[in-house]
């Protein structure tokens, strides 16, 4: 598939499903990656974990960016760190996806654009009873004029944007989803609106890209009005302690990715 990216961002897929993928998975991740994936007592979300990071280490390893894990920070949002003393790599913002089988990630290495977000979704027309419920009235209209069967693909594209606008904020579905107003201009392109969050500034703005894999649609989003380290730092505490929460920073696990 493609999607119409700027050059300074790139996205990687990664297969999953079998125990045998599993397995090579778990084999390549970084010691203290294994341990955030062995958390998960579901074993399809350990699959589906394992397979993002995978999907991750592709494209850093495509920039150059080998010396490095992919671990969730205090909000749950994936962040790298480096596994020389867990610092935080600044200089990109990563975003992961999984659904069905299909493991996604986005990196950026614009300094300008690194809060990135994606997600992928399976057109499902059960959305359409939940119109009045999780969209904007302008999107509810735009989706109401379609055909049912156009009609179940635009808010199935709403929906993704949605998530992956949420994501590259770094705060999922923490805050009411008609915070996000998406707006699609064609099947490849869009922009969203984010407002009414507290503390957070009222003009964001958001670039949105369309694509499909395996008849799923898939949203990479990336804020252009606000840098990531702005938006990180008006979140607000966490609603719920992640396990990983006060691990993934302690040097002497770190260590362990020098062994």
Request: charged share 25%; with cysteine; hydrophobic share 40%.
């Amino acid at each position: 598939m493609t999607v119409q990216l700027p050059h300074t961002m790139r996205l990687a897929f990664h297969g999953y499903g079998s125990p045998e993928d599993h397995q090579v998975d778990m084999a390549r991740l970084r010691p203290t990656e294994r341990k955030y994936v062995e958390l998960f007592r579901n074993p399809e979300r350990r699959q589906a974990s394992a397979a993002a990071r995978i999907a991750g280490h592709k494209v850093l390893d495509s920039l150059g960016c080998n010396h490095v894990s992919v671990l969730p920070d205090d909000h749950g949002a994936p962040e790298v760190l480096s596994i020389h003393d867990g610092t935080t790599v600044e200089t990109v913002g990563i975003s992961l996806t999984h659904r069905k089988g299909v493991a996604a990630a986005v990196v950026s290495a614009d300094p300008e654009s690194l809060a990135i977000g994606i997600d992928i979704e399976d057109p499902n027309p059960s959305l359409l009873k939940t119109l009045d419920d999780f969209f904007t009235e302008s999107e509810q209209s735009e989706i109401r004029a379609l055909k049912p069967v156009h009609a179940v693909q635009r808010a199935t594209a709403i929906w993704a944007a949605r998530e992956a606008t949420l994501k590259a904020i770094g705060l999922g579905f923490a805050v009411p989803a008609r915070c996000v107003d998406v707006h699609i201009i064609d099947e490849t392109t869009g922009t969203a609106k984010v407002h009414n969050i507290d503390e957070f500034p009222s003009d964001i703005q958001v670039e949105l890209r369309f694509g499909t894999i395996d008849g799923m649609t898939l949203c990479v989003a990336w804020i252009t009005s606000h840098s990531l380290q702005q938006l990180r730092n008006r979140r607000p505490s966490p609603r719920r302690t992640f396990a990983w929460t006060g691990i993934q920073k302690t040097f002497s696990i770190i260590q362990e990715e020098r062994t």
